[in-house]
């Protein structure tokens, strides 16, 4: 009997996320208010890394129109790999982005999305949440960001909004950027020039302070 209760139990949960998840689609699919096509969206599940708590979100599809063809290629191979879900979103609605973060910038992460960098503030916490993506793939439009857009960070812990603070371009070498704050902030790298062929010599830096907090 209790066996059967353990598994009516599973039966429920499971229900209970399909719902969740079709709510989420209804609620977010449509027409855009610009009467333009809403994207593609799409539940995933973001998961705390260091906690195990998992909430579940919605996330758009990739706008590919900005996208190296080579770097399209290395997304849809990544992202049919079976891995660790990622431990937040990023969106910048000014600029078209909203795209995964996982933990760690090594090139299978990039690949699929931007990663948190190793070292610097964890998501929850206060200090420098540093994040990196491909100039060829997710942060491709970055370049137009300005001062004063918005940025907004989903984890577990709830979502941030912030606001841009400054834009900067370094060379590679330079990582002062990345060093601990007291206060909390976010920093966002790519490599630049965006359309440089090779290897890239510098680095474009955005600087974000939070606005507003929303805890769960």
């Given at each position: ?36 096509p ?8 973001i ?16 706008d ?39 933990n ?7 690949d ?69 704050t ?35």
């Amino acid at each position: 009997m209790a066996a059967r209760r353990s598994n009516d139990c599973c039966l429920w949960r499971e229900a209970l996320v399909l719902f969740t998840a079709i709510l989420l689609l209804v609620t977010f699919s449509g027409v855009a208010a610009d009467d333009s096509p809403a994207p593609m969206q799409s539940p995933i599940w973001i998961q705390d890394p260091w906690t195990g708590d998992s909430v579940l979100a919605i996330v758009n599809e990739p706008d590919y129109s900005l996208w190296n063809g080579a770097r399209i290629e290395d997304y849809e191979h990544a992202i049919a790999v079976e891995a660790p879900p990622p431990l937040g979103i990023l969106s910048i609605e000014s600029v078209n982005i909203q795209v995964p973060i996982y933990n760690g910038t090594d090139e299978f992460n990039l690949d699929r999305g931007a990663g948190r960098i190793r070292g610097m503030a964890k998501t929850g916490e206060e200090g420098n949440l540093g994040i990196s993506g491909h100039r060829d793939g997710f942060f491709r439009s970055i370049k137009d960001i300005q001062v004063g857009d918005d940025i907004v960070v989903q984890t577990t812990h709830g979502v941030v909004k912030y606001a841009v603070s400054d834009i900067t371009i370094v060379p590679k070498e330079d990582e002062s950027v990345l060093v601990e704050t007291a206060d909390k902030r976010l920093t966002l790298v790519t490599c630049y020039p965006f359309y440089f062929v090779g290897n890239a010599p510098k680095r474009y830096i955005v600087t974000a302070m939070p606005k507003t907090l929303s805890l769960e």
